[in-house]
């Protein structure tokens, strides 16, 4: 199946979704895939927000794109694997079996499977701005991640 609908099937069938993007043997390629594929998607959803920003400041959008880039396709990976190898070790505290490229991969989907709704945020941002509506997009966003990062290194660290 392809990503796009293994995505919006994770919003029905986690788990099993998770599973067989998980696989049976580790494979840090694909790990690395999912994870730039994320960082790719939610940088691209900061587009709008930077582009109403540079207007209401009159900054350089490619300055502040920029420092985005930097942001999410450099920085942001390097940290999400610090943080999935130390999710691992706190599982493993908590009783936790799983592996370090197990609680990895639990994050690193959950970053791909909330990207659509970061993506519905940078247009809230974009084009309505400051706001209920988008601190309510946020907050889902953000919620989506956070479930199904909990229900992915649950499976991970219980199996």
């Known amino acids: 199946m392809g990503v796009a609908t293994d995505i919006l099937r994770a919003y029905v ?5 998770f599973v067989a993007r998980l696989g049976s043997a ?19 959803a900061q587009w ?9 400041t009159g900054q350089e959008f490619q300055v502040l794109a920029g420092g985005a880039l930097l942001a999410w396709l450099f920085i942001v990976p390097l940290a999400a694997y610090a943080i999935g190898s130390l999710s691992h070790l706190a599982a493993r505290v908590l009783g936790g079996r799983g592996n370090p490229y197990g609680a ?27 706001g209920m ?23 991970v660290e219980r199996s």
């Open 13 to 17: 069938a986690p788990r099993a979704v």
């Open 133 to 155: 509506q988008l601190t309510l997009t946020g907050a889902v966003a953000l919620a989506a991640f956070v479930v199904h990062w909990s229900l992915n290194l649950w499976f």
């Open 104 to 130: 990895r991969f639990a994050l690193f989907w959950a970053l791909l499977v909330a990207s659509p709704l970061w993506l519905l945020w940078g247009l809230v941002a974009g084009f309505i701005g400051p």
């Open 48 to 56: 709008p927000r930077l582009q109403r920003e540079a207007f209401e």
């Open 26 to 44: 580790p494979r840090e390629d694909r790990a690395l895939a999912v994870l730039m594929a994320a960082c790719l998607l939610i940088f691209v």
